[in-house]
């Protein structure tokens, strides 16, 4: 991994459905290039291919983040995102149909996982998908960088409607596509930053944020940097502003995408 590789990671973060075309204009690079060092990372497990992200909500679901100490685990699929930290914690993303599902599942992880160190509930309001909207996130999860020429022809939809779908989902927040990365193996530093302040930390965040998850008001940012240094001063930075912020660095992520029904719009 060197600084090139490290740019492409971030890149990929940012859009994993960047084309190697894009990646390669941005660098500097030839196409040919770009793929080339995309292969060679993944054949040191460095980049492990690509999972996609899909808000809850977008399947008429409710989430909440919770924390607990790490001296135990826990995987259901109701676990839509996890996050390892060197904090000594685990971040869980958990969904339920209800708010009263979340604190049952909230009530049965604090059995085996002991009190959680934090709970973040945002406000949020679930909406029923569309069958057209279905059909092409479906296609994204079985592939997550599969290009809309290809999502037109395998689901019978117009590619400009594909195209200006696709382009409307990812601006709510309702999926992202997501490299699945070995962070020790990558030299590069991720952190979250909790904050009440989400909109105007994410302003000092801007270069370094990958992902935010927030009511516009609460919420969770994700950040990939070079180096612990440079993590540091965003964090400082960030606490100016916020003083309370909770700041986890992480070190593995796990992010579980349910298939959606077509006919029910659920899973």
Do not use: Q
């Given at each position: 991994m060197d600084e090139v590789d490290r740019k492409m990671l971030f890149y990929l973060f940012r859009d994993g459905r960047m084309s190697q075309r894009r990646i390669a204009s941005l660098l500097g690079l030839t196409p040919p290039t770009v793929l080339y060092r995309l292969k060679k990372i993944m054949d040191e497990d460095i980049l492990q291919g690509f999972a996609l992200f899909i808000n809850p909500n977008f399947y008429n679901n409710y989430f909440s983040f919770v924390a607990f100490k790490n001296y135990y685990?826990?995987?259901?699929?109701?676990?839509?995102?996890?996050?390892?930290?060197?904090?000594?914690?685990?971040?869980?993303?958990?969904?339920?149909?209800t708010v009263n599902e979340i604190e049952d599942r909230i009530s049965l992880m604090t059995k085996t996982l002991g009190e959680p160190a934090m709970v973040y509930k945002p406000n949020q309001q679930p909406i029923a998908p569309k069958l057209i909207d279905i059909k092409i996130i479906n296609q994204l999860i079985k592939d997550p960088r599969k290009n809309s020429g290809d999502v037109a022809r395998d689901t019978g939809i117009n590619s400009k409607v594909v195209i200006k779908r696709l382009r409307l989902l990812k601006k709510r927040g309702y999926f992202v596509t997501f490299p699945r990365v070995n962070i020790p193996k990558s030299g590069i530093v991720m952190f979250s930053i909790f904050s009440k302040k989400v909109k105007e930390v994410g302003k000092i965040l801007e270069n370094c944020k990958v992902i935010e998850i927030s009511d516009n008001e609460a919420g969770i940012n994700i950040c990939l940097v070079g180096s612990m240094d440079e993590a540091k001063d965003y964090v400082k930075i960030s606490r100016n502003i916020d003083k309370d912020a909770d700041v986890m660095i992480i070190y593995d992520y796990e992010i579980n995408t349910p298939y959606i029904d077509l006919e029910e719009g659920s899973f």
């Open positions: 685990d826990m995987s259901k699929d109701w676990i839509f995102l996890k996050f390892k930290c060197i904090e000594w914690l685990n971040v869980y993303g958990i969904r339920g149909r």
